[in-house]
């Protein structure tokens, strides 16, 4: 029988936390260790019947674990997921990949230099319902791409921002913590974004940070799509509310949140649905509805299933930190082009 892989949670916080569930199901895994300085930390692991080590050297220097999924605020992922590579522990990287891209950078440089896996937590690429969308379009079923809109309705509660690095900038914010998601989902669709246009706000919580964004990207292919977000905005027309990813936290409701129109036909998520003309599109035409296929499954056990596989048998990471590190360079345009309300071109020349 395949020995189960001893894996560590470093940061047992909201996201921390579906990691550790998710580990309890997975069957070459098991969690060896948890990693938090904070007092729940520590009441959780006892809950468990494991260890809780205080940082990041005590869990290299205990051998207790081979693996590491960190779920730090985001500050933190260069410094604690650097020091697990350099100890050759494969690593599970929470997104976005850092904070700066000065901070990524320095972790792809580790990542190439010990050759240790490291996998970006874009969970949704895992995701079923992404696999199937990223295959019709890629098979052409809807045409080249035109247009796209994507909204983010996620009306957090007050409590949620008792974590001071969420409203902290350059740590937290929307567009860092859940704009990232459609950023990275977008390019994976659709290639490489060329230039953006944006506007933030922070009108309705007063955090230094933006409570609200609509952005306009185009695409090297020549589409052009919109994004609206907002963490103060009430509404069910967002991907974590729709998709039902993490049921546990967060309801699903029955509406999309992704629309993409291409030349051929039109395609919504996370319901699946591919608007079809029966000959030639014509807008006076009734269009045919169909729903992709789908084997429903958990992206974040999938994300799992990817990681050890990376980690016994080696190979490329379904998302690295490159790539990952490409949605950074995006945001960071994102805020300039707020910052000076013109177009700002995405440059991806620092990635090599
Ligand atoms: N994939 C997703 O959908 C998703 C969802 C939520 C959060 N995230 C990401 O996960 C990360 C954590 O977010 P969260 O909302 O769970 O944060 P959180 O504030 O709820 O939890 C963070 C935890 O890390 C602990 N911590 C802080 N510094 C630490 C350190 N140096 N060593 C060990 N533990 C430390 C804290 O005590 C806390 O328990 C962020 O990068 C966030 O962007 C991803």
Redesign the pocket.
């Known amino acids: 029988m395949t020995e189960e892989i001893s894996v560590a949670v ?9 990691h550790i569930d998710t580990l309890a199901k997975a069957p070459g895994l098991r969690l060896g260790a948890i ?4 007092p ?2 520590a009441a959780l692991a006892q809950s468990l019947g494991i260890p809780c080590l ?3 050297a005590s869990l290299i220097a205990s051998g207790l674990v081979t693996a590491a999924v ?5 500050e ?2 260069l ?2 997921s650097a020091a697990l590579l350099e100890a050759g522990m494969p690593v599970l990287l ?3 990949v850092a904070e700066s891209l000065a901070s990524a950078l320095s972790l792809i440089a580790v990542a190439q230099r010990t050759g240790v896996p490291l996998l970006v ?4 690429r895992h995701n079923p319902i992404v696999r199937a969308a990223h295959a019709a379009i890629r098979a052409g079923r809807i045409g080249d791409l035109v247009m796209a809109t994507v909204t983010c309705t996620l009306a957090k509660p007050p409590s949620y921002f008792e ?1 001071a ?2 409203k902290t900038p350059g740590a937290g914010g929307p567009l ?2 859940n704009l ?2 459609e950023i990275d989902l977008l390019r994976h669709f659709f290639g490489e974004i060329a230039s953006v246009q944006a506007m933030t706000s922070n009108a309705r919580r007063g955090f230094p940070v933006e409570d609200t964004a609509a952005v306009a990207l185009t695409f090297t292919n020549g589409g052009l799509a919109t994004l609206c977000i907002s963490d103060t905005a009430t509404g069910p027309w967002a991907w ?1 509310l729709s998709a039902g ?2 049921p546990a936290r967060f309801p699903a409701h029955p509406v999309t949140a992704h629309h993409y129109a291409g030349s051929r036909a039109g395609l919504s998520l996370p319901d699946l649905m591919l608007w079809e003309p029966e000959d030639e599109p014509d807008w006076t035409r009734r269009l045919r509805s169909s729903m992709l296929p789908v084997m429903p499954a958990d992206p ?1 056990e999938e994300q799992l299933r990817h990681f050890e596989a990376l980690i016994r048998l080696g190979g490329t990471p379904l998302v690295s930190a490159r790539d990952a590190t490409a949605n950074l360079i995006v945001l960071d345009a994102i805020r300039l082009a707020a910052e000076r309300g013109t177009a700002v071109r995405v440059d991806l020349t620092p990635l090599g």
Do not use: F, Q, S
């Open positions: 470093i940061g047992a916080g909201a996201i921390g936390r579906t990693v938090d300085p904070m729940n930390g205080p940082d990041v960190v779920a730090t605020p985001n933190t992922h410094p604690i929470e997104k976005p937590g874009h969970h949704r974590a690095w969420r860092l913590i990232v998601h974590d990813e993490n974040y």
